[in-house]
């Protein structure tokens, strides 16, 4: 069973930056495709980001494309998502997610962290 845990969250004014960080209990480079997803108070829990099990290939949602990035350290076992420019609108609890399937839908990620809360004052 991997664990994942997330941190890096906190308070900051729009066009500010954040970065994200995920740390796995064990290895996920040859196993696991990774992927961040965010959830706002009352709504669907949303994809963000993902990234190949390689760190060669990335996918990001519309909405934050040109603002995030995600990348790996597979020698630490840790996933990053570097986040600038933020905006009102990002404010969400922020979750990173583990699974076989590199892919946007999040019932196929097998493995969830705790979540760390983002919030962006206009």
């Known amino acids: 069973q991997v664990q994942l845990v997330e941190s890096g969250g906190g308070l900051v004014r729009a066009g500010g930056s954040l970065r994200l960080s995920c740390a796995a209990s064990e290895r996920t480079d040859s196993n696991y495709n990774m992927g961040w997803f965010r959830q706002a108070p009352g709504k669907d829990r949303e994809f963000v980001a993902a990234v190949k099990w390689s760190g060669g290939s990335t996918d990001y949602a519309d909405s934050v494309k040109g603002r995030f990035t995600i990348s790996r350290d597979n020698a630490k076992n840790t996933v990053y998502l570097q986040m600038n420019s933020l905006k009102p609108e990002d404010t969400a609890v922020y979750y990173c997610?583990?699974?076989?399937?590199?892919?946007?839908?999040?019932?196929?990620?097998?493995?969830w962290g705790q979540g760390t809360q983002v919030t962006v004052s206009s």
């Open positions: 997610a583990a699974g076989k399937s590199y892919t946007r839908f999040r019932l196929l990620y097998d493995y």
